[in-house]
């Protein structure tokens, strides 16, 4: 509902700055200046030698999620929230880190099968007896009622495993064996995903065809096993700083900036994302003593690079209520790098939204109007498909060294962390100052810009 309302003032603010409405009160256009002072209060005191500084810091070493490295940066995350009067929490989660296969067999009329049998990733534990049968790439149209109460014997190509299972299991297969595909040698492939509670296996595809010929000539009872497999699970942490809104003046509503502070195993991630990190605590710094009527929640998260998985963990953790409130979430992903290009904010669905609205217009105040584009791949996806308006703030191209052991400090630009830290604080500020909307229904504050679609290159 609060979301609503702030969509609505945005639209109102276009139409009074586009001339369709007549200003309520006052006739003073805001100029360049004027917008500027609106800002200042909080782009002033943003500081990129802080920022930088925090670099300095998180991007001494990798921080893999679930590794001491990711645990020394997550409580210097911790006591950098705190040191600015942050209530701050810890949040623990679980995440998948490794696959151990166990054992796993396929025996042929009661024989044991001679190749080398390969779990699956995510395979179940468990054995199935049944006739073998071949369905080639096991797409949509070549998997029928046949395999029902069988063993399906599949090609690798073409789709995914993760279809290619689900197509014979919704024809109810107990079983898998994949054969690797064409040109491809050895047998060392394949993840099942969760549900797919059938035993999968993959073998060569030397094997897999002197099978697809054996079938052609006689039945085969197959049966496949899988034992001792499972997931290795890590613990991970997400961080979270919660300002309350002014006690008289609060409107229920949550802004929400976020960045990742775990790295790949590559590389210290200075830019990826050390440099999110930083810009999340001097906003949360600079927001720590600006009274707002709005709760500021400023967040790190851990495993983004496992798979979004302490970002999903967070937003699963909000309650219906709460997620309603959460009017936009901020998430800050490379921001720094020297070497990559200009600014842009992505949404999952390549569509505007309120992040968006007041990003653009933040941007042209500061520095650049800013563009949208379409992509997921970060922290903001879980919050969007929450139903909260979200965007992530990044530079593309992106420059060569992210995901590698030169992901580091020499390449942050100081004028990146500034400009990004500037218009984040400034859009955020606009949203949770406590005289909106009534500045903006006076006309005093800055309105919105338009601003374009962009599909550059990553
Ligand atoms: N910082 C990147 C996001 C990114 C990478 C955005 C490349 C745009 C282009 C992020 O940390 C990342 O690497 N994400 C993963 C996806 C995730 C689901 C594991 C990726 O893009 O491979
Ligand atoms: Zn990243």
């Known amino acids: 509902m609060y979301r609503k309302t702030l969509t609505a003032i945005l639209a109102a603010g276009l139409a009074v700055s586009s001339g369709i409405l007549p200003a309520e009160a006052g006739n003073n256009a805001p100029n360049e200046q004027s917008d500027h002072a609106f800002d200042n209060k909080v782009i002033k005191k943003v500081d990129s030698e802080n920022m930088y500084e925090h670099i300095e810091v998180l991007a ?11 645990w020394q940066g997550v409580q210097y995350i911790k006591e950098q929230f705190e040191s600015y009067g942050y209530e701050t929490e810890i949040q623990p989660f679980e995440f998948n880190k490794g696959f151990e296969r166990g054992t796993s067999s396929i025996s042929l009329n009661s024989e044991e099968f001679s190749g080398d049998v390969h779990t699956f990733t995510g395979s179940v534990n468990s054995e199935a007896e049944a006739p073998l049968v071949y369905v080639g790439l096991a797409s949509e149209e070549e998997v029928d009622e046949e395999v029902d109460g069988k063993i399906a014997l599949i090609e690798r190509g073409q789709i995914p495993f993760y279809n290619k299972i689900q197509n014979v299991l919704d024809k109810g297969a107990v079983g898998v064996i994949m054969f690797n595909g064409e040109g491809n040698t050895g047998n060392q492939f394949g993840t099942a995903y969760e549900g797919q509670d059938i035993p999968a296996v993959a073998i060569t595809r030397e094997g897999g065809l002197e099978l697809v010929e054996r079938l052609a000539a006689e039945d085969v009872i197959a049966t496949v096993s899988v034992e001792g497999a499972g997931y290795i699970t890590g613990t991970s942490h997400n961080v979270i700083a919660k300002k309350a809104p002014h006690p008289n003046k609060d409107n229920g509503q949550i802004v929400m900036v976020g960045a990742h502070h775990d790295s790949v195993s590559a590389g210290p991630g200075a830019n990826d994302d050390a440099s999110g990190v930083a810009a999340v605590l001097e906003l949360a710094r600079v ?7 709005t709760e500021l ?3 790190t998260y851990g495993a983004e690079e496992k798979g979004l998985v302490g970002s999903y963990h967070y ?3 909000l309650s219906d209520e709460e997620a309603d409130n959460i009017v936009g979430h901020f998430q800050l992903d490379m921001v720094g790098s020297r070497d990559a290009g200009e600014l842009i904010m992505f949404t999952p669905d390549g569509e505007k939204n309120l992040v968006t609205d007041y990003g653009s217009a933040a941007g042209a105040r500061v520095s650049e109007t800013v563009p949208y584009g379409q992509l997921g791949r970060s922290d903001h996806v879980p919050f969007f498909e929450r139903g909260i308006p979200a965007a992530l703030f990044i530079h593309a191209p992106l420059e060569p060294w992210y995901h590698g052991p030169e992901d580091t400090i020499d390449k942050i630009s100081k004028e990146k962390l500034q400009d990004v830290g500037e218009i984040v604080g400034a859009a955020v500020y606009q949203i949770a100052r406590p005289d909106t909307p009534a500045l903006e229904n006076a006309n005093v504050a800055p309105g919105p810009v338009e601003y374009d679609f962009d599909d550059r290159p990553l």
Do not use: H, L, V
Request: aromatic fraction near 4%; charged fraction near 25%.
């Open 60 to 70: 001494q070493q990798p921080r893999e999620a679930g590794t001491d490295g990711e």
């Open 297 to 299: 929640r400023f967040a």
């Open 287 to 293: 927001m720590a003593n600006i009274p707002t009527d």
């Open 315 to 317: 937003a699963g953790s």
